[in-house]
């Protein structure tokens, strides 16, 4: 074993590299940028079509999709007409500093406010490896049930958002939205907690003026670094 | 890139080392043994907690459940009666053929039928790492959407069988379970499909029924080889 953790800590720290290199370009650019993950289905694109409904007037969007095979949601961003790029993993479960790296030729990042990379839907392994975002959001859909803050603390722990989607399934689920919040909030008291419905657009309007100002306040420290 | 090749075929190769391994001790002790995989939340703890109360008096049953921590799954399906054995993962994304062959200690292999070993909840890893299993079955739950065949190939092609669960919230989600058996069955033709909802019940005597099948034909098989 005492052989095999110097690997470990080699692959997270050349990521580590790459991330940052990945994390100057985006500020070179003004670039506010999300890494946003969750398990599979708990509804990330769909979190996607809803923000870039609502902030695709004032916020120009784009979109790193990740998945391990398929171009299924770079369609459905693309179809919203913001920059969207499909990055296929090949079978790994997770994105990285030099995956991102290597997709940045095939985006404007001039041409853009906002990038979102949506990672491959997995609850574990994503949160392990930084690609250069300002922020990890993650979310949770009720159907997963109120466990899973138990079982799947790093995410919980690394995201600085937790947007608990499918809320108009409640009644007819086993999940209580309390307890989620407890046990997120036990692992990060810093969490910022939205309750959404991706289906109804119930609860979206805070999440979206909330990134809004994420998004202005990264504009003015930009404008303020250059004077 | 040809330096890590070999070294990835390494861990495979000698996972499935460890994985027979398992296999021989099963097969000595007329044991069949299920891989149960899905994504967080789609039910794999809610099927064994139906699938014990309707075969308990049956079969004898046995869990090995794998988290990445916490022993949350263990005790509810220690409240069932049954041998229950927690298998924290400390931060891995899988169980392999080690850890499964680290926990068979703690359980009394000839005092069961039936072994399921219940992985990690995530689609993507769990399926490229045997444990010495009789087969894989999967759930897939009808809120995560029926783009998962694109998106997660590998797990419906290792599977045996494909259990669709959550049936009961089909009027309330954007899921159309005709899709999911079409692409399911494309990626492999040989899949047997259940639709159930752990919640009504719905769908769950054909499953145990076909499962009972299973576990008395390894047992005739057993027998066969023992004359």
């Avoid at 007409?81 to 079978?91: I, K, P």
């Avoid at 095939?106 to 949506?118: H, K, T």
Wanted: proline content about 3%; hydrophobic content about 40%.
């Amino acid at each position: 074993m005492t052989l095999k953790v110097p690997v470990v800590r080699d692959i997270l720290e050349a990521n580590e590299r790459l991330a940052n290199d990945n994390r100057r370009v985006f500020r070179d650019a003004g670039l506010f940028v999300i890494n946003l993950m969750s398990g599979p289905g708990a509804g990330k694109t769909s979190l996607l079509e809803r923000t870039i409904d609502a902030l695709r007037h004032e916020i120009r969007i784009g979109v790193i999709e990740g998945d391990i095979q398929s171009s299924y949601d770079a369609e459905r961003i693309a179809k919203k007409g913001v920059q969207a790029v499909q990055l296929n993993t090949g079978g790994a479960c997770h994105l990285d500093g030099n995956m991102i790296k290597s997709s940045l030729d095939a985006l404007d990042l001039e041409a853009l406010d906002l990038l979102v990379v949506e990672n491959v839907g997995n609850l574990v392994c994503p949160a392990e490896f930084n690609v250069g975002e300002d922020m990890k959001a993650m979310i949770l859909s009720v159907p997963e049930g109120d466990d899973k803050p138990l079982k799947y603390p790093l995410m919980f722990q690394q995201s600085r958002v937790l947007l608990i989607n499918k809320i108009d399934l409640l009644p007819y689920v086993d999940c209580d939205v309390g307890t989620i919040r407890e046990r997120a909030l036990q692992l990060n008291a810093n969490l910022e907690i939205f309750e959404i419905s991706c289906r109804t657009g119930e609860g979206l309007e805070a999440w979206v003026n909330w990134l809004k100002q994420q998004v202005s306040d990264r504009k003015t420290e930009g404008d303020g670094a250059k004077t």
